[in-house]
């Protein structure tokens, strides 16, 4: 039996292949795979956490956002050396994800999360966040104008955008680039690029932080607090790029992945239940569980290490598989159930680097699901052709369904 990642990922896959190959890795006999891509897999539920915590020693987080392709392969590319230099000299400063200076961090962190964070919402503004992102959707949607078919996928995408350009305070003419750049890194992460798309995404990561410059500077919003902070300019930049480029394909590709499971399933179950608000939160936290848009996270062990349940893994570059983790039956037995107990699902992290964004992201999935069903109720899928490119970290589906 062929290691069920070797050759594919989940991106390509539609999500009852995925079912299954998540179940066949569960059963692999080894606790890690070595990938082509030179990336050592995991993806049991108490590696992938202890490893995303990175709080063991000789584990790190420095590597969380190098392209895959590497930087000398970006610099030995023709059409990528331009946009460098116009855009990315100096180098983007470490701010999120791969900051290792933990007094650095913690500044960061502060604008983003715990009660006083930019992207927490309070109790009190919950019914207004909401109403705000009804209105995102039904403005995306009348932008796309659907005939008897609803490209769901380019729906999602301009939905997310728009949710999470207004979360980091870009200004509204910006908001239809943020899914062109947040793709490119998004694609730089997960992907072996070549030529010119490689050009084509460094060139688009280049605005992303020439534009996070300009907010930083003037915005208001996040870019605020980013200067109030009194961070290192060049890390405030990091740290508005990072989280512009975070929310598009993680959102989007969530919901697009979790339609498809809503539409297909015989009975429709859990589709139906959208209709009541209070079963819809329910349905939006299953599928980031079994769906989410992102499903790895890289790592490095910077020696041999040892994890508590005895997986040894080599120096080198680690990629968690945090979906994967969130399909292990030892920490989720009843994970078919919608509200089956389990372990806390790794979707969004573990530990000091915790999605920011995670309660954000969570309403913006159940919004837009919701509203998507009281749109259409009566929704079918309709079958689309074509093959999803390998992506080792980002996962969606192309969506239409009829009107
Ligand atoms: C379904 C949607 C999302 C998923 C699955 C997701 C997942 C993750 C994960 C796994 C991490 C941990 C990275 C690490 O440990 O190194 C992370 C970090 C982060 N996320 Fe999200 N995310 C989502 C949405 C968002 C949104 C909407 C935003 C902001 C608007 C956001 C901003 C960030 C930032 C800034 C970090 C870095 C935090 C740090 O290193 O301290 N994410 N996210």
Redesign the pocket.
Known sequence: MDFPFAGVTPNELSFAARDERYRRLHEWGEPSYLHPSGLRMIWKYDDVRTV?E?VLRGVS?AN??DPLVGYSRIATTASAIPPFLRHLLPPPAK?????TDLGL?KR??DT??GADGH?TIPAGQRHAREAAMSAHFHAALDELDPGAELDVTALSIAY?AR??GE??GLPPQSWPNVAIWSSAQSGLLGRRMHGRELGAAVDALGWLFTISARTVAHGSGFARRLREAELPRRVAIS?MA???A???H??S??IQQGLQRLLSAPDRAWWSLLADPHQAGSVAIKL?HLD???VA???RADEAITLPSGTTLPPGPILAL?AAANRDTAAFPDLWNLHGKGKLP?????????????Q???L??AVFLRELHAQIPHAELIPTIGRRRPDLLFSGADIAITT
């Open positions: 995303l990175a987080t969380s956002l701010a999120t994800a791969n900051l961090h960061v962190r983003m999360s992207f997310a949710v999470t979360a980091v740290a990072n989280s512009l975070a929310g598009v993680t959102v590709g969530t980031m989410p848009g992102l996270w890289k790592r945090f790794l979707t969004f992290g573990i530990g000091r680097h915790v999605c920011p964004g995670k954000l992201a969570t913006a999935i």
